[in-house]
């Protein structure tokens, strides 16, 4: 089965630091890009960061540049979510996806996120 | 890049037919897709590239337009199909993708 299972989210204060992880299984994980996207009741969906697929290109929403790492080991099949300097706006489910943007050199085709995870919950509280 | 979805609740029969609409603050050609997310569920890709319908997603589902107007059109309401919907430009990608506030879909 094709499957995204993400971990690692939970309470921690203000300024804390959290890493969440996306186990992918059933699809060819080393050619697909891979993106996390944050949901929160006031704000809905929101992007934070995308990996291509080898690792070498990463970009950022700017709400969290500089403060989050995204980063992968396709020979693991994992992608990760590193996060410092976390704020109470960081309070949200964190979804992690695989993204169909594709490139050929230096063409990049962006692409729909096609494939979910169920989810982790962040909480940044005192 | 603004999307802007309407409205943002549909209160709506079971069989009826539903259009939900999403508008882009600037062109995103057809780089445009459609999510469902069901009461604590991930969003599903339901329609890419503004009109393609992804992998099992019933024929009742269907996308249109271009540009900076979107549409997405149910043509029978079944119970299943209560949710929220959500649009998404992915035109800009990777450098920046952005989602509409979404659709909430109700049972009248």
């Known amino acids: 089965d094709v499957q995204l299972v993400e971990s690692g989210g939970g309470l921690v204060p203000p300024g804390g630091s959290l890493r969440l992880s996306c186990a992918a299984s059933?699809?060819?994980?080393?050619?697909?890009?891979m993106t996390w996207v944050r949901q929160t009741p006031g704000k809905g969906l929101e992007w934070v960061a995308t990996?291509?697929?080898?690792?070498?290109?990463?970009t950022y929403a700017e709400s969290v540049k500089g403060r989050f790492i995204i980063s992968r080991d396709n020979d693991k099949n994992l992608v990760h979510l590193q996060m410092y300097n976390l704020r109470g706006e960081d309070t949200a489910v964190y979804f992690c996806?695989?993204?169909?943007?594709?490139?050929?050199?230096?063409?990049?085709?962006?692409?729909?996120?096609?494939?979910w995870g169920q989810g982790t919950t962040v909480s940044v509280s005192s | 890049m603004v999307m802007t979805q309407s409205p943002a609740t549909l209160s709506v029969s079971p069989g009826e037919r539903v259009t939900l609409s999403c508008r882009a603050s600037e062109s995103v050609d057809t780089n445009l897709a459609w999510y469902q997310q069901r009461p604590g569920q991930a969003p599903r890709l339901l329609i890419s590239?503004?009109?393609a319908r992804a992998a099992g997603i019933p024929a009742r589902f269907s996308g249109s337009g271009s540009g900076t107007e979107f549409t997405l059109t149910i043509s029978s309401l079944q119970s299943e199909d209560f949710a929220i919907y959500y649009c998404q430009q992915y035109n800009t990608g990777p450098l920046e993708i952005t989602f509409g506030q979404g659709t909430r879909l109700e049972i009248k």
């Open positions: 990996i291509k697929n080898d690792g070498t290109e990463k």
């Open positions: 590239g503004a009109s």
């Open positions: 059933g699809f060819t994980f080393y050619q697909s890009w």
């Open positions: 996806a695989r993204d169909r943007t594709t490139s050929f050199d230096i063409i990049v085709v962006p692409g729909a996120l096609d494939i």
